[in-house]
């Protein structure tokens, strides 16, 4: 990637979390922590339905959060 496309690249991925799943909770834990947040609103770019849902149930599962009973995250298959 030349010079002036990984600039822009690299804007573009500011303030984006990604990596591994221990690499992920740890940054979000850190953003938390100093922004005093209650919440967290997660979005992917993944266009892929099936792909979509798999990054959500990693992360929860990474932040060992479950499903309210009678919720469920489906692929729309």
């Known amino acids: 990637m030349a010079g002036k496309e990984r600039t822009h690249y690299e804007d573009a ?4 979390l990604h990596g591994t799943a221990e690499e992920v909770v740890e940054e ?9 947040a209650d919440e967290v609103l997660v979005t992917t770019s993944t266009y892929d339905r099936a792909d979509l849902i798999d990054s959500y149930r990693r992360l929860a599962d990474a932040l060992g959060l479950r499903l309210a009973e009678g919720n469920r995250l489906e692929s729309g298959t």
């Open 28 to 36: 979000l834990a850190e953003i938390v922590a100093l922004s005093g």
């Open 13 to 16: 991925l500011r303030g984006h």
